[in-house]
């Protein structure tokens, strides 16, 4: 697929959904993104379940993954927001290992990554923005809206300022956003565009087997790498969701 | 429901806590937490963030600026305006991300 002709590369490809589960998912569009989450929330559901039914002293190893989640997500809520942080745990660690799980299951062979769609990230970084808003107005009232003004400005300023906070509030929908895609979906572009080399030069015959290999072992760092970014994005969605928590209840 | 166990719950937290500390567990959580809030991390990731901060604050700007052009069907001003009011918003991102904190 990756190489139809001899000098296409057909790297954006990957990322057409087709239906999944045959006709009863085509009829109702369930595509194989859809069938990914649907595979993402089991494994962390089992990984919970299956990882906390011992409730060893000493826990085994997927009761340490378990527990090692669970405080991880935990202290970060804890240091990051405040002493409230335990109020929103549940959803920064619903959304650290959904789109862990995510990003890791795209990683392997005819897996797909539903985090590499700007639609799935957008929607996931809207919940999060409209639920910023809401708690920030919950908790302050109207008070909430002097977030937009700094303090200590001369008032001149004010309606500036006023003007380049609310851009920059609402910016922050793009930004969360387009890091987790742009990220996914640079390294499977990558991904798809060196497993293309190595077919095209390993079909030229004696020549192409050395650059070929070489392709093959840069393919074999990528994923290493993809492994990384993988984690690393979704522990920064968790931590921006966190700050912006904190905004939200404290107020700067 | 928070508030009925925050009671004990710090208390515990803090002997744990102090109890970590001294096996010296925590200091490497607490660690990398702090270098991720510091500009810290690798080049590659400063430079994404920083492009994406910029960029997406001047997205926000334009198309709020054309919305508004739009509406009130005054088509090059309003967009004018508001595309360096989104310059000065990624600028005031990237401030409030690289600060330095006290």
């Known amino acids: 697929m990756a190489a139809e002709g001899s000098n296409s590369i057909d790297a954006l490809g990957q990322f057409q959904l087709h239906p999944a589960l045959g006709p009863i998912g085509g009829s109702v569009n369930f595509t194989q993104s859809n069938l990914m989450m649907v595979l993402a929330g089991g494994l962390i559901l089992g990984l919970l379940w299956v990882g906390m039914k011992p409730r060893a002293m000493v826990p085994g190893r997927l009761q340490a993954a378990a527990e090692?989640?669970?405080?991880?997500?935990?202290?970060?809520?804890?240091?990051?927001?405040?002493?409230?942080?335990?109020?929103?745990f549940p959803l920064v660690f619903t959304l650290f290992f959904f789109i862990l799980f995510g990003n890791l299951l795209g990683v392997f062979p005819y897996f797909f990554t539903f985090t590499s769609h700007i639609m799935v990230t957008l929607a996931l970084t809207l919940l999060v923005f409209v639920l910023v808003t809401v708690v920030?107005?919950?908790?302050?009232?109207?008070?909430?809206?002097?977030?937009?003004?700094?303090?200590?400005?001369?008032?001149?300023?004010?309606p500036l300022l006023v003007v380049i906070e609310v851009i920059s509030y609402l910016s922050r929908i793009i930004s969360l956003s387009v890091r987790l895609f742009a990220n996914m979906m640079a390294g499977h572009v990558m991904l798809e565009v060196f497993g293309a080399f190595i077919v095209m030069l390993g079909g030229l015959g004696l020549l192409g087997y050395l650059p070929a290999a070489l392709a093959l072992g840069l393919n074999t760092v990528l994923i290493g790498f993809e492994l990384l970014v993988a984690t690393l994005q979704a522990y920064v969605f968790a931590v921006l969701t966190c700050i912006y928590l904190h905004d939200a209840v404290h107020l700067h | 429901m928070s508030q009925d166990n925050g009671g004990s719950d710090p208390s515990f937290g803090d002997r744990l806590k102090a109890a970590r500390s001294k096996q010296g567990l925590d200091a490497p959580p607490a660690q990398s937490l702090s270098d991720k809030d510091a500009p810290g991390g690798s080049p590659w990731g400063i430079g994404m963030r920083v492009g994406v901060e910029l960029v997406s604050a001047l997205v926000v700007a334009v198309a709020i600026g054309y919305g508004l052009d739009r509406i009130f069907h005054t088509t090059p001003i309003l967009t004018a305006v508001f595309v360096p009011l989104g310059g000065a918003a990624g600028v005031a991102n990237l401030w409030r991300l690289f600060a330095p904190k006290s």
């Open chain 1, 68 to 88: 090692l989640g669970y405080e991880t997500i935990m202290s970060m809520c804890l240091e990051t927001i405040g002493p409230e942080g335990r109020r929103y």
């Open chain 1, 136 to 158: 920030g107005l919950r908790e302050h009232g109207l008070h909430w809206f002097s977030y937009f003004l700094p303090q200590g400005i001369p008032m001149a300023l004010a």
